[in-house]
């Protein structure tokens, strides 16, 4: 059917000339084109913000910070909105444009220009274009939008109603709850991954990621795995006069001091050397070690640090004590034990690294330093089990015996050899991982040039 440049069109008693119809149907498709980069920039805008930033524009008092908020507290009727509205743009002006276009072609040849012509402009100015902006400028955008967003859930209720009641369905058919639609909060992986990227782009620098890093490891974390074992212990017995707990605490550089009873197993509480001192030189009457002598908490070995950190603050302890599932004690836990695992390793006068690099394959650890820590500084994997933790407890493991100086043990690619041993304990370890050869680069036959 052929149409002319010339013919009218009767709408309502008014008489339209075919320029008439096609600048009106440009300009419908103009503001239809409008209406789909509205829907589809709201829909990342709301999308992309999290939770925390909604309630803190709340808290901020941001213009239309609550409308926000309304709208993301139905993260699925909010999608099926913009959905519903997205999609009836879309196929409005694909139909206005087949229309107009058939005014002056055939058919088939409307349909088709129609169809490239329209997703390209819906495309370039209804998708890419507002989806990028809206991306640049989440919170502002999401902050106009809300409230135009809102009235388009008025106009179209009854579709909304329908949709969303349809959409449920077909989610309890299929198994789908519909609730991951949005999360509210980053997970913990997210934000390890996004401190990984940091550091890689330079945004973070190697410490602060460590420093990160441990932090999320301190929930992790038990109390065997930073405490001071008993060996190394400095302990003082109840009966022990003042000025000799006085030349311990000096000769061991210590601030605190367990006192026990009869053996270590029974510890009774800690004694600080401001404590001794004051009593020694101003102190009036004759009192003895246990009158200066606080109580202090017994933890077993498996408690989590963050708990214990909680506990020793509330209690305003410096030093616990650490037991086993028998009452045994097994070693202290100092409150520098805990900042240190946040921190690093905070060391003293005549202290040396626990992990010393020697070059890139090798390092000098001590032997109370935990596995994980000799992965990450050599990035190998060494396992860890359940009797033990440390680089001397993995030594002993494999020998299956006493090891001596100067012996080497060897783990696939990784060559570990004590270098001292004091009594029965491994001090320190030299521990080297098999470099990684590059291939040569091929050799270049300069006859053949």
């Not at 589809?40 to 239309?64: C, N, P, T, Y």
């Not at 074992?229 to 006069?241: F, G, K, Q």
């Not at 037991?323 to 921190?343: H, K, P, Y």
């Not at 359940?386 to 100086?405: K, M, P, Q, S």
Request: charged fraction near 25%.
């Amino acid at each position: 059917m052929e149409f002319s440049l010339l013919a009218q069109t009767d709408v309502l008693g008014v008489e339209l000339t075919t320029g008439t119809v096609t600048a009106l149907g440009i300009v419908t498709i103009v503001a239809l084109i409008g209406l789909s980069a509205f829907f589809s920039s709201s829909e990342i805008a709301l999308f992309s913000l999290a939770q925390h930033r909604v309630e803190a524009m709340v808290e901020e008092d941001l213009s239309g910070a609550e409308m926000v908020q309304s709208l993301k507290e139905d993260p699925h009727r909010l999608l099926v909105t913009i959905l519903v509205g997205n999609n009836i743009v879309n196929i409005a002006m694909s139909a206005i444009a087949t229309g107009l276009l058939g005014i002056y072609f055939g058919g088939a040849v409307a349909v088709a220009i129609s169809t490239f012509g329209i997703t390209a402009l819906v495309l370039l100015f209804g998708e890419s274009g507002p989806k990028s902006y809206a991306v640049e400028h989440t919170e502002s955008w999401a902050r106009r939008v809300a409230r135009p967003l809102k009235l388009a859930e008025y106009l179209m209720y009854p579709l909304i109603v329908v949709f969303d009641y349809l959409t449920r369905q077909i989610n309890r058919l299929t198994g789908s709850t519909g609730g991951a639609i949005e999360t509210p909060y980053v997970t913990r992986d997210e934000i390890q991954d996004m401190l990984e990227t940091g550091e890689r782009e330079g945004v973070i620098e190697e410490d602060e990621h460590e420093m990160l890093q441990r932090i999320f490891r301190f929930t992790d974390t038990i109390a065997k795995e930073v405490m001071t074992p008993r060996l190394d212990m400095t302990a003082v017995s109840i009966e022990t006069p003042i000025e000799e707990a006085i030349e311990t605490c000096v000769h061991s550089g210590h601030e605190r001091l367990p006192v026990y009873e009869g053996n270590l197993d029974n510890v009774i509480g800690i004694v600080t050397i401001r404590d001794l001192v004051r009593q020694s030189q101003y102190g009036e009457g004759d009192l003895s070690l246990s009158d200066l002598t606080t109580p202090t908490l017994h933890v077993p070995e498996s408690k989590n640090v963050d708990e214990l950190l909680t506990e020793m603050r509330e209690d305003r302890l410096k030093m616990v004590i650490v037991i086993d599932e028998f009452g045994t004690t097994e070693g202290l836990v100092t409150m520098e034990d805990l900042v240190e695992e946040v921190v690093g390793e905070i060391l003293e006068g005549g202290e040396t690294e626990p992990i010393e690099h020697v070059d890139g394959t090798t390092v000098v650890v001590r032997g109370e330093v935990n596995i994980d820590e000799v992965n990450e500084a050599l990035e190998i994997e060494l396992p860890e089990g359940e009797e033990f933790e440390t680089i001397a407890g993995f030594i002993f493991n494999r020998a299956g015996r006493l090891v001596e100086e100067g012996e080497t043990i060897s783990y696939d690619s990784v060559e570990i050899t004590v270098e001292t041993v004091e009594n029965t304990r491994i001090m320190k370890a030299r521990i080297e991982k098999e470099a990684i050869e590059e291939p040569d680069a091929p050799e270049i036959d300069q006859e053949a040039e």
